[in-house]
């Protein structure tokens, strides 16, 4: 009998754990990543000798769930002199990525692709080695354009004195979370939104402090005079006649900085409709995203006597 006590109670308690798990996935939201590389292990070795001829395979992988095209340039950091990679470096251009995909239990894998340098049919080699010459850094880049799409349901409302007592409960304040916005993952996802809604000179006014996330590995790579980051923002509701204007506008771009919101603002035309309804608050962000990645390589000294 004990053993059936304690066979319940660890059940109730699995059931609790996986209970739980469920419920984190589902209010998790859009998580704030994309494409990423790794130099691939041997391609080349950590160490080198003089005259060993190489390769640098790159394996690209892509976690978002659109192919996403790319270029990717390779660098090295010592002279012509001595051969292998050249300092000015080897780009390859217009390749694409496929999008990640889902298996039957619903767990999402990134797609790979690999890219060899310099071709599949060539190779590297360093020559002319001394003592000074212990090293080399090989050193990576990936650039990718990224347009995206988050959107979420706002209240609209004639201003921010009225409040709606009807079949739904319509307030000119609301505070939006990552699970509260259909988005899909990308290097930068929208993770807060703060709305705000007001009666100035009788025209309602729409305020909206929005609040990017970026991913851990990599930037954006448009900056302004001052080397802040920009990014293409387009805020629209798709049921009402509107303009917003964001704050820290930079030419095409506004200013990114992690943690800020930014503020944007519009004067609402409702027109035909009634002074409280639902509509879609629409977030589009464009921006060129990098990463970059160093690889150390030694020589083995079998040049010293």
């Known amino acids: ?24 996935s589902t209010t998790q939201g859009a998580i704030a990543e994309g494409v990423n590389f790794d130099f691939e292990e041997g391609y080349p070795d950590s160490i080198l000798t003089e005259g060993e001829n190489f390769n640098v395979n790159i394996e690209v ?14 660098f090295g950091d010592r002279s012509e002199y001595y051969g292998g990679v050249p300092v000015q470096g080897i780009c390859k251009t217009g390749l694409t990525v496929d999008q990640s995909y889902e298996n039957n239990q619903g767990v999402i894998y990134p797609s790979k692709r690999d890219i060899v340098f310099p071709s599949a049919g060539e190779s590297f080699v360093y020559m002319n080695l001394d003592k000074t010459v212990s090293f080399t850094n090989l ?9 995206t799409e988050s959107s979420l349901d706002v209240c609209v409302l004639s ?14 304040e ?3 979370f990552g699970q509260d916005i259909s988005q899909e993952s990308a290097p930068l996802i929208v993770s807060k939104v703060e709305k705000s809604v007001r009666s100035i000179g009788g025209q309602p006014q729409m305020k909206v402090f929005i609040t990017l996330s970026k991913a851990s590995n990599g930037e954006i790579v448009k ?8 990014v293409g923002l387009n805020v629209f509701l798709r049921g009402t006649d509107s303009e917003f204007i964001c704050k820290n506008q ?12 930014i503020e944007c603002r519009a004067d609402l035309n409702l027109g035909g409709n009634e002074n409280v309804y639902k509509d879609s608050l629409v977030i589009g962000l464009s ?5 970059e990645k160093i690889k150390r390589i030694t020589f083995d000294g079998s040049w010293e006597e």
């Open 1 to 24: 009998m004990r053993s059936i006590e304690i066979s319940l109670i660890l059940l109730m308690g699995f059931a609790l754990i996986i209970s739980g798990c469920d419920q984190t």
């Open 61 to 74: 992988s892509n976690s978002l769930s659109s192919p996403v095209p790319f270029d990717i340039c390779l």
């Open 139 to 147: 050193r990576v880049n990936l650039k990718y354009v990224l347009e």
């Open 159 to 172: 201003g921010g004195d009225y409040e709606s007592t009807g079949d739904f409960e319509c307030l000119p």
């Open 174 to 176: 609301e505070t939006f």
């Open 223 to 230: 900056k302004d005079e001052q080397g802040l980051d920009l």
């Open 250 to 261: 930079r030419g095409e771009g506004v200013v990114f900085r992690e943690g800020d919101s």
């Open 287 to 291: 921006y060129e995203y990098m990463l």
